[in-house]
C-alpha cells in the first residue's frame, strides 16, 4: 500500500514540475533539466515516504500502548480467560460471558438450527455487551460437510462446496466468489472469525480429512490456501489454517488416538507447505492437531507438545496466535483429563484452547503457573498476540 502510495505521489509530482518549471527536454539542456527533475522528485518521494512510514510507526506505538495498558490492569484469572474459547452451550450465555469473561466462543449446528440469521445476530451482540472486552466469535465454515450454518431458517441459504470440490479445477474466481459471499454471510450474524481455510494434504479418498482437503499434494493446497486468506484479509475476517503439522491420510482424532510415523522430510517436502504459504499469506491463526508427529516427539499428541510448537514458531516463523485443537476428543480424553490437557496445552505453547469445561481449564493452568510450569511472561505474550489480532481485526478498536 505504502509503496502504491509513493509511485502514486512520483508521478503526480512529475508532471506538476514539468508542467510548472517548463522543463523542455527537447533542447540541448534537456539531460540536465531531466537529472534535476529526478533529483527533486526522489527529495519528495523521500520526504513522502518519511512522512507515511513515521505514521505507520506512531500507529503501531498506539495500538501497542494500549494493549499493555489493558494487560496491566488484567489479574492472572482474566488474563487466562483471555486464553479460552468456550465451547459448552451450558457456558455460552449472558451471565457466564459476564462472569468467566472468555477470550471468545464458538457455535456449532445447534446453535443455528432452526433460527433466522437475525436471530443469531441478536444473540451474538447479547453476548458480547456481557463481555469485558470483544470475544472472537467463531465458527467451522468450510463448506461440504462442516457446514454449521445449514440449519438455519431462511427462504434462501447460500451453498457452500467442500474444498475438495471448490478446487478441482483451481479457477481462483470460484474459490474469491465463494469465500467472499461466506465470509459476508457468517458476518451478517456478527461471527468475526472462521476456522479456515484446511491446510491439510490428503491423497487418499477413504481418509478423514479427504473431501475437507483442497488437494493431493503441498502445492495444489497451497495456492488454494493463499487464494482465501487473500479475500479473507480484504474482507477482514479472522482466518485460522488448520491442522498443523497437517493431517494427511491420518484417522479421525474426534474418536481415537492417532500416530503418524511419517518421516520430518515429508512433511518439509508437502504437508508445511500450505501451512508456510498461509503464514506468508498473514494468517491470523493456526491449529494444531492432536496427531502425534513421531518424527518430532513420540510421546505427546502435536497440541500438547512443545517440541512441534517450537517447530511452528522457529523453523516455519509463524509469530500469530497458536490454538489447540478441541481438547474434548476422544484423541486427549482417553489420555488424561481436561483439566490436565489445558495445563500441558498451555505449557506447550499455545496461545488459547477450546474448552468445554471453563472451571476445570483454568483450575489447570492456575495451577501450571503456580506450579512455575508457566511463566507470567509466557501467559502476557500470549495475551498480548490474542489483542494484537483483535485489534488489527478490529474487533476491538483502539480510542
Known sequence: MKRCFVVAAFIVFALFEIGNKGYAVQKTDGIQAGLSIIEDLNQKAGEICSIEENRIREQENKKAEYISGIIADMSLEEKLSQMIILTNPKDITGKKIAKYRPGGVIYFSPDFKGKTKKQVKKRTKRLQKNANYPMFIAVDEEGGEVTRTKGLKENELPEFQSARALWKEQDIKKVQTDTKEK???LKSMGINLNLAPVADVTDEKEAYMYERSSGDDGET????VRTVLEVMEKENMCSCIKHFPGYGNN?????????DKRRLSHYQESDFLPFLAGIEQGADMI?????????????????LSKKVHDLLRQELGFEGVIIADDLNMKAILTKMTIEKASAKAIIAGNDMIFSADYKASMKGIKQAVKDGKVSEAQIDESVIRIMEMKVRRKIITVP
Open 183 to 185: 465470509i459476508q454471510f
Open 221 to 224: 493446497v497451497a495456492a488454494y
Open 251 to 259: 484417522e479421525n482424532t474426534h474418536v481415537v488416538y492417532t500416530v
Open 287 to 303: 491449529m494444531v492437531s492432536h496427531i502425534v508427529m513421531n518424527a518430532v516427539d513420540k510421546k505427546n499428541p502435536s497440541s
